[in-house]
C-alpha cells in the first residue's frame, strides 16, 4: 500500500518548455488536489477533481492544465513553464475531510 | 476567501518544553486538522476534530477544537528533536476543499 505517489521527485526546466507532474493514489479516494509550497505561503490549491470526471480550479490556477485520468491518476501539466512556477509541488487525496500528501515534486524553471 | 491565521510563524524552544501554536479564522469550521511536515517530505496529518470543544491525544500531541469553531490549539508537550518540521492547521466548512494555514515552523534546540 503505497498511498500517494509522484513522479518525478526532481525536475529542472528551462523557460517555455512543458512537461506532466503525475500522482497515483490507492487508496480509493474519490478527490484528488494539486498544491504548490512555496517559502512562507504554505500550501496553495492549483486545482482539485472532486470525484472521476471533474475538475476544478484552486487558488492558483493560471498556468497549469490538469487531466483526472481515472480514479487513480490526476497529473498536472505546465504547457510553457516560467521561473515563478518554480516551487515544490505536492499531490493529495481524500475520501472525506483527511487528506493525505505525496513525497512532492521539486521543480526548478532557469 | 475563507483564511486561517496561524501563529507564530515560527518558535525556537529547548529539547524538553512545552510547545503551543493556534490557529484562528473569521469563518466557521467544522472540522479542524493538523499536519506536521518534515524537511523534504509531504504533510503527514496528526489530528484530526470533528466537533466543537473536542479535544484529542496523539501521544505527545494534544489538540482542541475551540468552542466557537473559528479556532484550533494543537500542544506538544516534552519537545524532542525529532519534532522540528513545519506545523499546518486546516478547516473544512463543507463548501471548499481545506483550508490551511501558512504553518509555524518549530526548531528545537538540544
Known amino acids: 500500500n503505497a498511498g500517494v505517489t509522484q513522479t518525478p521527485k526532481f525536475q529542472v526546466l528551462k523557460t517555455g518548455q512543458s512537461m506532466t507532474l503525475q500522482c497515483a493514489q490507492d487508496m480509493n479516494h474519490n478527490s484528488m488536489y494539486w498544491y504548490r509550497q512555496d517559502p512562507g505561503m504554505g500550501l496553495r490549491l492549483i486545482y482539485y477533481?472532486?470525484?472521476?470526471?471533474?475538475?476544478d480550479k484552486g487558488e492558483v490556477p493560471n498556468g497549469y492544465n490538469v487531466s483526472r485520468l481515472n480514479k487513480r491518476e490526476f497529473s498536472l501539466r505546465l504547457e510553457s513553464a516560467a521561473p515563478s512556477q518554480t516551487s515544490v509541488y505536492f499531490c493529495?487525496?481524500?475520501?472525506?475531510?483527511?487528506?493525505?500528501f505525496g513525497p512532492g515534486t521539486r521543480l526548478t524553471v532557469t | 476567501g475563507q483564511q486561517l491565521n496561524q501563529s507564530p510563524q515560527s518558535m525556537f524552544i529547548q529539547e524538553g518544553e512545552d510547545v503551543s501554536m493556534n490557529c484562528t479564522s473569521s469563518?466557521?469550521?467544522?472540522?479542524w486538522l493538523w499536519y506536521k511536515q518534515d524537511p523534504g517530505e509531504g504533510p503527514v496529518l496528526l489530528i484530526a476534530?470533528?466537533?466543537?470543544?473536542e479535544l484529542t491525544s496523539n501521544g505527545r500531541l494534544t489538540a482542541q477544537f475551540g468552542i466557537t469553531r473559528k479556532d484550533s490549539f494543537l500542544n506538544i508537550s516534552a519537545s524532542i528533536p525529532s519534532d522540528v518540521g513545519i506545523y499546518f492547521c486546516a478547516g473544512f466548512s463543507g463548501n471548499t476543499p481545506l483550508v490551511f494555514g501558512k504553518g509555524t515552523r518549530l526548531s528545537v534546540i538540544a
Open positions: 469563518s466557521i469550521f467544522n472540522t
Open positions: 493529495a487525496s481524500s475520501a472525506a475531510y483527511e487528506q493525505y
Open positions: 477533481s472532486a470525484s472521476e470526471g471533474t475538475t
Open positions: 476534530l470533528y466537533k466543537a470543544g
